[in-house]
């Protein structure tokens, strides 16, 4: 939870009216309505499953509602290997979620190759979708995971969201142009 | 049957055939328009029902003939394995014949190795890359390619206008990335040998 300053509420003063910033309003509501897409693309799918389950429990902060599709969801967890071959789909996958959205890049793989130093790995996620967290091990631990969803909640509340709702477009999609994929 | 045995019954049935060195199972060598004919012998008339591998050999540039493809045939009934290599006919642009009309399952497998080694497969159904994308212009297992990949474009060309990324070859840092044996779990994330250098820094002289 945010301090109370960050509200800018003190219910011994104001009693029963909150005055506040938009800003912070808007993204009050938003930082507990992330609804998160597993991209998942190797092991550290695996701890994002044990993450959603009732041990560790993802919900009680509040981004529990993971869903497959991108049109429904504003945070991809890009949880595993990214080879260069996939990199377009991920890319793709992107481009699709609706605005706001907010790439979490989850362990070694998705943030820097990790150990994967070879000719097919793309050597992070970063260098095709803006990530906004990234989370270290191999694979990291739910605990890891949630508490890397509660930095990306931290930073959802600096977002000077009013603003980016006047902007048309945050990241913008690429335009098609025809790929250089071969045929057979 | 002893394997010995197997063995000179198999180089006298197929005369054209070689034995070839091996620590384990019987091996032969035969020639690559012989490799069909050598198959579907050992499948139809001695048992060898399952093909479990099908694979390749890169000898080095220098080499010729420089590759050589590699079938495992196995008897379900037997319980034995049988290896069948055979030279590919040219170094520069080898070809093989396909196994697949005896050995469906040899589909995959022979798009593996075509995608690996650039060997063609003559009567194979799907001659397409399967592991990299169609347009890659390299073949990775050959000697001459490095672990670490060489600089190329991304398979969509949108998707690279917009994100200004290239097929980079990838730090090696000293090689193989692994994870510590010793020290505090918190310190032990993966990493490579030598620190001193990565993509944003160039390795030192």
């Known amino acids: 939870m945010s301090t109370e300053a960050a509200y800018g509420y003190n219910s011994k003063v104001e009693g029963e009216v909150i005055v506040s910033k938009l800003d912070t309003v808007v993204n009050w509501i938003r930082k507990h309505s992330v609804w998160p897409m597993p991209m998942g693309l190797a092991c550290c799918a695996i701890e994002l499953m044990a993450s959603g389950g009732s041990r560790f429990d993802i919900s009680r902060f509040g981004m529990e509602v993971m869903r497959f599709s991108p049109r429904q969801s504003d945070c991809m967890i890009v949880s595993g290997t990214v080879t260069y071959k996939m990199a377009e789909v991920v890319r793709r996958i992107y481009d699709q979620m609706a605005e706001p959205k907010w790439v979490v890049a989850m362990g070694a793989c998705a943030s820097t190759g990790g150990m994967y130093r070879s000719y097919a790995v793309l050597q992070g996620v970063d260098r095709i979708v803006p990530v906004d967290v990234y989370i270290s091990g191999c694979p990291p631990r739910p605990e890891a995971l949630l508490d890397g969803l509660m930095k990306l909640q931290d930073q959802i509340m600096k977002e000077p969201s009013v603003s980016n709702l006047l902007k048309k477009d945050m990241h913008p999609a690429p335009k098609a142009l025809k790929t250089t994929a071969i045929a057979h | ?205």
């Open chain 2, 1 to 205: 049957m002893s394997e010995d045995t197997f063995l000179q019954d198999l180089l006298k049935r197929f005369e054209y055939a070689t034995e070839r060195a091996s620590l384990d199972d019987p091996a032969i060598q035969v020639p690559a328009d012989k490799l069909v004919e050598t198959c579907r012998v050992l499948r139809d008339d001695m048992g060898f029902d399952l093909l479990t591998d099908s694979t390749a050999i890169d000898w080095g540039e220098e080499a010729s003939p420089r590759f050589t493809t590699i079938a495992h045939l196995f008897s379900t009934k037997n319980k034995e394995y049988v290896r069948i290599a055979s030279d590919c006919i040219d170094d520069l642009e080898p070809t093989i014949p396909s196994l697949v009309p005896l050995f469906p399952i040899a589909n995959w497998l022979e798009r593996e190795t075509y995608d690996m080694f650039g060997i063609r497969y003559e009567g194979h159904p799907d001659m397409r890359r399967i592991l990299m994308w169609e347009g890659y212009p390299y073949y990775p297992l050959r000697k001459e390619f490095p672990l670490a990949g060489i600089e190329t474009e991304l398979p969509a060309a949108d998707i690279a206008e917009v994100t200004q990324t290239k097929v980079i070859p990838a730090p090696m840092m000293g090689g193989p990335f692994h994870a510590p044996q010793t020290g505090e779990m918190s310190d032990r994330e993966p990493r490579g040998a030598d620190q001193s250098w990565n993509e944003q820094k160039e390795k030192p002289e």
